[in-house]
């Protein structure tokens, strides 16, 4: 049986990309951009008719300021919508000629080959059509011979169909309201793993889980949780929501139980043979909210760098990940060994280039001394610092950093070289 004509519409009109309107004639949509879209209408002729019918149709359906252009072929469809107003219709075998008169504008190539083509006196798709493909080719390489291709209004690109974005949600009404974490979480744990057993039927994993609550005082108690990488481990996340509602419960009996996974390409990560196991970071967010649910949200994170020269000045941020592949440490001939907090010392003489120093576990005679050099900052604030900062090397060889805040007078050991 011979197989059935291929036939293409093109749409462009203003905010089509992101409306219904083009998957009511057609399952295969491409969306080129906000305002242009590409339908496989093929078959379509057996329910509305001839192509300027299905074209009459669409405009009815996309609004007056829409261009409709049908073709046999994509790429003439599409030039055609946004080039000539109101409905269009290509036979076969016309393409360049009713391409021709459109400006080489609407060519979506690089601005340098078309200011070349607009020096050399070319303005519309029937002059560039008019020139030799070699001598394009020649001139421009690949991209000259696509330009051909495109203003004679032959075969281009397939068309690539928009994927669905498809829901994964899940919910249960009950029958009489939940105020205990247990039997919740046993509903949890049944709608998260039908959810996952989703996800996997689909080769995809979840970034984001968000459970919304509808509670008896006809309030809702909505959360949503982010992973550090994409999951879809049941367990994993019956576990975060249960941390959650442990430090955050619901203000009144639940009656209805909804979660929406949010759906993302599942994690590739390939270990390297000579490099030393990192924790899973499932496992290690797991970790992250159970210590938060012990000693509270704001003193669990990751050191920060906040806007000073403070020394040893940083904030708490948000936990993060350890990086999917070993980080790549430069080597160092010297090391600085921070001491926290900073010892306290005593330093003989207490003013000028210190002498003698003494402090936890570290005594000595300074054998040399560098500085000092003056730091101070927040000068503007109620928090002003100010410090003088010395290297010294002891009688044992050791190398120490050593400075005297400058308001109180105290000496403080800062951290050792190695």
Not at 6 to 24: E, T
Not at 171 to 190: A, K, Q, R
Not at 215 to 233: A, G, I, N
Not at 257 to 286: D, M
């Amino acid at each position: 049986m011979k197989g059935e004509s291929k036939l293409f519409a093109a749409i462009h009109a203003p905010g089509i990309a992101s409306s219904g309107i083009p998957r009511h004639f057609s399952p295969h949509v491409q969306s080129l951009d906000p305002h242009s879209v590409l339908l496989d209408i093929s078959g379509m002729e057996r329910l509305l008719g001839n192509p300027y019918s299905i074209a009459k149709a669409i405009h009815a359906q996309a609004g007056p300021q829409a261009n409709v252009a049908i073709s046999a072929n994509p790429n003439a469809a599409v030039y055609a919508a946004r080039g000539y107003p109101g409905i269009v219709v290509i036979p076969p075998g016309e393409e360049a000629a009713r391409l021709g008169g459109l400006p080489l504008d609407l060519l979506e190539t690089a601005p340098e080959i078309l200011d070349v083509l607009h020096r050399w006196g070319l303005h519309t798709f029937r002059d560039l059509a008019a020139l030799p493909e070699s001598g394009l080719a020649e001139r421009f390489g690949p991209e000259g011979a696509r330009l051909y291709q495109l203003v004679q209004g032959r075969d281009g690109v397939p068309l690539r169909p928009d994927a669905l974005l498809k829901i994964f949600s899940e919910s249960v009404d009950l029958d009489d309201p939940i105020e205990l974490l247990e039997p919740l979480s046993f509903l949890l744990s049944s709608l998260l793993t039908s959810l996952c057993r989703q996800l996997q039927g689909e080769g995809l994993a979840a970034l984001a889980v968000t459970l919304n609550l509808a509670l008896t005082d006809k309030t809702r108690h909505e959360r949503t949780l982010s992973f550090p990488v994409p999951s879809r481990d049941p367990l994993h996340f019956l576990k975060l929501l249960q941390l959650d509602l442990q430090a955050r419960p619901p203000a009144a009996p639940i009656a209805r139980v909804a979660i929406t996974l949010q759906p993302a390409r599942p994690r590739s990560l390939q270990s390297g043979l000579f490099v030393p196991p990192t924790p899973a970071p499932e496992k290690l967010e797991l970790t992250i909210q159970r210590l938060i649910a012990l000693v509270g949200i704001g003193n669990v994170g990751s050191p920060q760098i906040v806007d000073t020269h403070r020394p040893g000045a940083f904030r708490v941020g948000p936990p993060l990940t350890p990086p999917p592949s070993p980080v790549q440490v430069p080597a160092t001939q010297l090391a600085f060994r921070v001491f926290r907090p900073s010892r306290p010392a005593q330093v003989q003489p207490r003013e000028g280039p210190p002498e003698h120093l003494k402090a936890q576990s570290i005594q000595g005679r300074v054998l040399h001394c560098a500085g000092p050099w003056r730091t101070s900052g927040d000068w503007w604030t109620t928090n002003p610092w100010a410090r003088d900062d010395f290297d010294i090397e002891l009688s044992d060889g050791t190398i120490y950093r050593l400075y005297r805040d400058a308001f109180t007078g105290k000496w403080f050991l800062d951290g050792r070289y190695d």
